[in-house]
């Protein structure tokens, strides 16, 4: 394939990738789930506070990423989140074409850039505030320059490979694992019965790979102390913040993060004053082993539903029970193992699969620990195309070496060649057309996994922002509304709606001087919140609350606003 085209190609999939994804982006209403924090800090950095880029649990990079972007855009954060992963959403097909093309071939590097460009999680995370497709991109720019850098007997590449893999681990903490990855990839030569000038160049090359991974984990580390008074290195407070989610059902979790006790502490923050990661796994490791267990067997049915191009429940009309969707997803996973089996059998490319292999397996290893879900295998979508792209460029070649052999030793090489064309091409219309199937089903579904957040918190929290002075002070259980209520400079009037009685919920409210309280209807009906029965009953007259408004009309997605007010 000659450069030209080759370039020409890259372009296409940057562009097929931008395509797929704009038409998604009216559909979203409201900053949704986990965003809500990311574009909260945004704010607060565009507002010139620090503690906007170095809070412990959400990473440093991809609100610093939001609010520059906001800066070059003049959108407001939301909108600037979303063309940011718009941006690198879509960047990351081309990126892993050259990926592909540098381990296994230029072909196999177009497909698994055009799998990239049509997969529906890719494309419908690409328009969220989350932060999957950013870093998805800096995990994948890791192994490029990574490779690069096994490959050059310079310094200089893999002191660029290990400031990039040092973003990706101050992006999110499963960033450490291709950062891992890659270092072992330059170290190992070292330990080969190789001459001294051999082991030293691997060694130096590894050196300077891991102090660039070091020295943007110590930026942050300061960052973080500067701000918020703690010394954390490398996530570990994320980390047992995680678990602590991991190890309790999930109708209870937010009773336990919320519950407060008589001392105004809630289980999880005693949970994390107590532990850290390391203290509570070697302190617990019956009940780790059990479950790493199940998290093992929750990445293998996750996997099925997020790897495979089809089928895909993201957009409410694919789902794994849809029976005209299984043949593609086996499809896609038998390609994909055969493609990763093609490629460890092939001497050139075996090192270069190991590494994208040995990043994967960190990842999951280090999520069996703590947590499996679904949108944390999203990142490593990414890895599975790469090697489902290479299984699929083995079907032109095996046509051409069919008709080889159907001939009967009469030569044919421009059939062959057409052949081999020709099932290319077909392969290719299949991508394209599963990649509108899955546009085509989030455009049409009524409810957007993962972006499901209802629209109504955004309308509360515009008429609180019309009615009430930024000094006053907000009960919610959730950010969504205080997010659409206040701006940076008033974040901290915001208060966490505790899980208690009416009483000592009101308790708390007049000990943390609050004026105002959020009910949503179907946030506190799903956690069972034992002051439902008053807050979700405007019409009867309750001691301590003065009923403001009803903000929506459809039940359950209402909200229920009431101003505090002093008991007799």
């Not at 617990?284 to 082993?289: K, S, V």
Request: aromatic share 10%.
């Amino acid at each position: 394939m000659a450069t030209s085209t080759w370039r020409l190609l890259l372009a296409g999939l940057t562009l097929l990738a931008l395509g797929l994804r704009l038409p998604t982006l009216p559909l979203r209403q409201i900053v949704e789930g986990d965003g809500v924090h990311y574009a909260s800090l945004a704010r607060v950095a565009l507002a010139g506070d620090l503690a906007g880029v170095s809070h412990p649990h959400w990473y440093t990079l991809w609100p610093t990423t939001i609010a520059a972007t906001s800066l070059a855009t003049g959108c407001d954060v939301v909108r600037a989140g979303r063309i940011a992963s718009l941006l690198f959403g879509s960047l990351l097909a081309p990126l892993l074409a050259v990926l592909g093309a540098r381990l296994f071939g230029r072909s196999s590097g177009f497909f698994a850039g055009l799998a990239v460009a049509v997969h529906p999680w890719l494309l419908h995370f690409s328009t969220l505030v989350y932060v999957e497709p950013f870093f998805a991109f800096l995990t994948v720019s890791t192994l490029l320059l990574g490779l690069q850098a096994s490959r050059s007997d310079r310094v200089g590449p893999s002191a660029v490979a290990g400031l990039v893999a040092g973003l990706a681990t101050v992006t999110r903490p499963e960033g450490q694992a291709a950062a891992l990855a890659v270092f072992l990839f330059l170290f190992l030569p070292a330990l080969r019965p190789r001459g001294w000038l051999a082991k030293g160049r691997a060694s130096r090359k590894a050196g300077v790979f891991l102090g660039g991974v070091l020295l943007l984990l110590t930026v942050r580390m300061f960052l973080v102390h500067a701000s918020y008074g703690l010394w954390d290195f490398g996530g570990s407070s994320k980390g047992v913040g995680a678990l602590y989610f991991a190890l309790h059902d999930y109708a209870d979790i937010e009773r336990a993060a919320s519950e407060l006790g008589p001392t105004g502490e809630s289980g999880l923050a005693a949970f994390l004053r107590r532990w850290t990661l390391l203290d509570f796994v070697l302190s617990n490791p019956g009940r780790m082993l059990a479950h790493v267990g199940e998290n093992v067997v929750r990445f293998l049915r996750c996997g099925c539903g997020v790897f495979p191009l089809g089928p895909s429940y993201l957009g409410g009309s694919w789902t794994p029970r849809d029976p005209r969707f299984d043949l593609v997803a086996v499809a896609t996973l038998l390609f994909a193992a055969g493609g990763a089996a093609r490629g460890l059998a092939t001497r050139r490319s075996r090192a270069g699969s190991l590494l994208v292999l040995g990043a994967a397996g960190l990842h999951v290893g280090g999520l069996a620990i703590i947590q499996i879900h679904d949108r944390f295998l999203v990142t490593l979508v990414p890895a599975f195309l790469l090697f489902f792209g290479h299984g699929l460029a083995a079907v032109p070649d095996f046509a051409r070496r069919a008709l080889a052999r159907s001939a009967q030793g009469e030569e044919r090489p421009h059939g062959r060649e057409a052949a081999g064309r020709a099932v290319a091409a077909a392969l290719v219309l299949s991508l394209l057309v599963s990649g509108f199937f899955s546009l085509r089903a989030i455009q049409v579904a009524s409810d957007l996994a993962y972006a499901e957040d209802a629209p109504v918190q955004k309308e509360a929290g515009e008429w609180l922002a019309a009615h009430f002075p930024q000094s006053a002070r907000l009960m919610a259980p959730w950010p969504h509304i205080a997010f659409y209520f206040y701006d940076a400079e008033h974040r901290n009037n915001e208060i966490a709606l505790p899980w208690n009685d009416y009483r000592t919920l009101l308790a708390f409210a007049h000990l943390w001087k609050a004026d105002l309280i959020a009910a949503p209807e179907w946030r506190l009906r799903w956690n069972r919140h034992p002051a439902a029965e008053e807050l979700l009953n405007p019409g009867v007259d309750h001691p301590g609350l003065d009923h403001l408004t009803t903000v929506g009309r459809v039940e359950p997605y209402r909200i229920h606003l009431y101003r505090i007010v002093a008991t007799r």
